[in-house]
């Protein structure tokens, strides 16, 4: 009976669209549309589980979110852009100076007090290093040392945060009817939440070591989060549940673990300030810990019990491998999309950049609104903050590697360069200096190709240019947040964005 029922409204709100096009809702045949289409989607929603976009003005206003920046026309302000030739600068050191103004000089204008972050998810934060530790737990000292070697060091969590932040802001928003999980509810108190930390499958205890592995997590977890690993915190009215902070400490994870392999990729010397953890371990134990977490996160993935989510973040899996396949990619075939700087150059570059850095925070965001129990408008205005958060975080990474000291930022500037990286200050400065066409192609591996390009950049607008196209990310974000009821959360997220801007590490 729902069945045909849906499928009634279904074609009637389809019919009532096609007679007046785009149904206005101030109009009697256009509320007829829209509001049989909203019913479908519900019953649709109820009976499958399946999303699907809902209809109405706020879905529209995040479909116009979606639509692409020209990153290719962005030009930077005049009056900047003409004291940043680097001609007067005798030496890099001379240019490096003068760049961290660059990196130093944007977001003054945004100097109203925003609801800090620490106030909201403080303590949760400060329980990560210690729980990350108990999941990671393994009975190998050796395994545990170096699997939980960058831990140690002070990480931005940037991640962790913006799940917490978006679950408080999508706990008091409206939420989906009909779909119910083991571990998602409308009511948490009817939810065991301790089910995160049980096996799915008996034949995995039934063998002695797997069984041993479970037993060390359960225990550690039990004292992990203050001691109230299954509790919801609530601050001023906003609620973490602890499926959150297990998604937290699991997209942390998979971050780590990139990490851990991207170092032995690119041959890095120091990570966070300290060296590299194949410098410290070696190639092997560095791949086997970056291995062994992010199975560790695939198992406390499949263990919130959530079929969507575990799509979702799974997807961010191939998404990283896909980005490090196109970041490999011979430059110097004519047909090549970064064969010149135009449009298509940095759409394949920003492609590149969201799936090796914006994929991870935007699925996270988006699987935040969805353990929430958000309708689709708010799960889908999630990921598109966390998708421009995240490409905006990596422009403004791309930024720091021309304008900070090795000290500040923590491992080597210059280092795109060295690994033959054309990021957004090397394709801005192209258009400017042709010359570098030459050295892109390729990649900076002749002698004198890596200081060549880098002085470019500095005579050109590049690093001006980059810095814009990260804002205009971060005002998308900004956006984004206008889906959600107002809160002290939004308020921090609102001012996540800034900061993403105005860091210097």
């Keep these: ?57 706020r879905h529209q206003a995040v479909a116009r979110l979606k639509e692409p920046i020209l990153a290719s ?20 050191a001379a240019a490096l100076d003068r760049a961290s103004e660059v990196a130093e000089g944007s977001g003054k204008e945004h100097g109203a007090r925003r609801t800090d972050p620490r106030e909201l998810v403080g303590p949760e934060l400060s329980f990560i290093t210690g729980n990350l530790a108990r999941l990671l737990e393994s009975g190998h000292p050796m395994l545990n040392t170096v699997s939980q070697y960058y831990f140690s060091a002070s990480g931005k969590h940037i991640r962790p945060l913006l799940v917490m932040l978006i679950a408080q802001a999508s706990s008091v928003a409206t939420k989906r009817q009909g779909r119910t999980s083991m571990l998602v509810d409308s009511d948490a108190a009817r939810v065991d939440y301790s089910l995160m930390d049980r096996t799915l499958s008996q034949t995995l205890s039934s063998d002695r070591e797997s069984q041993h592995a479970n037993q060390l997590i359960e225990a550690a977890t039990r004292s992990g989060s203050g001691g109230r690993p299954y509790a919801p915190s609530v601050r001023r009215g906003l609620t973490v549940l602890p499926t959150h902070r297990r998604l937290a400490e699991i997209t942390e994870m998979i971050h780590t673990s990139s990490l851990l392999h991207d ?13 590299a953890i194949q410098k410290r371990f070696g190639n092997k134990m560095a791949i086997f810990a970056g291995d062994f977490m992010l199975a560790r996160a695939s198992m406390a993935l499949a263990r919130l019990r959530d079929p969507e989510v575990i799509e979702i973040m799974s997807s961010v899996l191939c998404d990283l491998v896909d980005g490090e396949f196109k970041q490999l990619q011979n ?31 935007a699925k996270s965001c988006r699987s935040s ?9 708010v799960v889908e205005a999630a990921y598109v903050y966390g998708r421009n958060v ?9 930024l720091l590697d021309f304008t900070v000291s090795a000290a500040a930022l923590g491992k080597p500037v210059g280092a795109d360069l060295e690994l033959g990286l054309a990021t957004a200050p090397v394709l801005y400065a192209w258009q400017e200096h042709a010359e570098l066409g030459p050295l892109v192609a390729r990649k900076f591996s002749e002698p004198g190709d890596v200081q060549r390009a880098w002085e470019l950049v500095h005579r050109s607008s590049g690093l001006h240019r980059t810095r814009e196209l990260a804002r205009q990310y971060a005002r998308r974000a900004a956006d984004a947040l206008a889906i959600f009821p107002p809160s002290p959360a939004t308020e921090a997220l609102e001012g996540v964005t800034q900061s993403v801007l105005t860091r210097t590490r």
């Design 331 to 361: 430059l110097e075939d004519g047909s090549a999309p970064m064969a010149r700087p135009d449009e298509r150059a940095f759409d394949y570059y920003l492609q590149k950049t969201y799936l090796k850095t914006g994929s991870l925070i």
């Design 73 to 92: 026309g962005i030009q930077a302000c005049a009056a900047v852009a003409a004291t940043n030739s680097a001609a007067a600068a005798p030496s890099w």
């Design 390 to 398: 995240g490409i905006a975080f990596q422009l403004i990474d791309d």
């Design 369 to 377: 609104a969805i353990l929430s129990n958000s309708t689709d408008d």
């Design 263 to 275: 170092d032995v990729i690119d041959r890095a010397e120091t990570r966070r300030g300290m060296p």
């Design 1 to 57: 009976m729902a069945a045909k029922v849906r499928g009634l409204l279904g074609q009637l709100g389809a019919l009532a669209r096609d007679l007046v096009g785009r149904p206005s809702e101030t109009r009697p045949l256009g509320q007829l549309a829209v509001g049989a289409a909203k019913v479908a989607h519900i019953l649709e929603s109820a009976a499958t589980g399946v999303r699907a976009p809902l209809p109405g003005p």
